[in-house]
Structures are given as C-alpha cells and as structure tokens.
C-alpha cells in the first residue's frame, strides 16, 4: 500500500481535499440551473420579475453581500494564520467567519418574515418560487459552511482549511451571483 496521495488530475493542483472540488463543481452546476431556470422565468414573464423584485430589499440584499464578502476574507486570513503555524489565530478568523454566516442567515430570516407578512409566499407567483428556492438552497450553503468551518477549526491543518475555505468562497461566489441577477438586474 502505498502512502503518496492519489492522482487526481488537475483537481490535485487546487488547495485542500480535492473532493471537495468535486462537490463544488456539482453545487456550481446546479446553482447554475437555477440561474438558467430564472433567466427563462424573467424572458417569459417580465412583468412579473419586476414586481417581484421592487418588493424586494436592496440595503438586505447589499448588507449580506457585504457580510459575505468580509467572512470570506476572514476565512482567507483563517488559512494564512494556519499555514503560518498561528493555530489559534486561524480559530479566531474561522470563528469570525462563521458569526458573519450566522448574521447572514438572521438577515435572510428578517427578509423572509418581511415577504411572508407582505403575503409573498412560495406559492405566490413563479418568481416568488425561484426567489425562495435559490436564497433558500443557498441559505442551507450558508448553514452547512458554518459547521464545516467549526470542524475544520477543530481538526486545524493546513489541508481542513483549505478545503473548508474553498466551500465557504463558494458559498460566496454563489450570492454574488445571485444577488445581482434576482436583486439587481432589472
């Protein structure tokens, strides 16, 4: 049995766990059929994107770009701080990153009772479904990057960071994605 890692191709070139990439590349593919899937909605129905989206909250949606952006960055400085053998420092980032997921989440949870109380429901229109099934799949993102953040914090290496980072950037490549295209793009 031999101890060299296995061969993965290109993917054994890219930081962390190349497995990972492999889900990321499966996550983007679907992000990306939802985004097809809301184009389409938009070409078919104008009218109906638009009222939909000047219901929506701009300063929200900006304030958890921002949030995002920031946590990503600290997850970045959570792998530098590693690779720099500063263990601790890399769990303070990690841990800075991770609260930042979590005032994203209460914003998305602000937005959501807003909408519900406005009577936008999933069932309101095809727009309100895309809405709430892309920001609601990546919401879930959200939340499952901060728990693989807590347990790369735990099991600290340079590799878990890495790999725990790629998700997270992920996650943040996704919003600012979608935010233009539902929020903004009119």
């Not at 078919?44 to 219901?55: C, D, I, K, R």
């Not at 939340?143 to 960071?161: A, C, D, P, Y």
């Amino acid at each position: 049995m031999s101890d060299a890692p296995a061969d993965w191709g290109v993917l054994s070139e890219l930081p962390g766990n190349p497995l990972m990439w492999v889900l990321i590349l499966g996550e983007l593919l679907v992000f990306g059929a939802l985004f097809v899937g809301f184009a389409v909605v938009r070409l078919l129905h104008p009218e109906m994107v638009l009222a939909g989206q000047t219901s929506l909250s701009i300063p929200l949606g900006g304030a958890n770009t921002l949030i995002l952006v920031t946590s990503g960055y600290l997850a970045a400085r959570a792998v530098l701080a590693r690779s720099t053998s500063k263990v601790a420092e890399s769990r303070w980032w990690l841990a800075g990153a991770a609260a930042l997921g979590a005032c994203f989440l209460v914003i998305k949870g602000v937005e959501y009772a807003d909408k519900a109380a406005q009577g936008f429901g999933i069932e309101t229109n095809g727009f309100w479904t895309l809405f709430y099934l892309m920001t609601g799949f990546h919401a879930a993102h959200v939340m499952m990057g901060i728990i693989v953040l807590g347990i790369v914090g735990w099991k600290n290496s340079v590799e878990n960071l890495e790999t725990g980072a790629a998700f997270w950037h992920m996650v943040d490549l996704i919003w600012l994605i979608l935010f233009p295209l539902v929020y903004l793009l009119r």
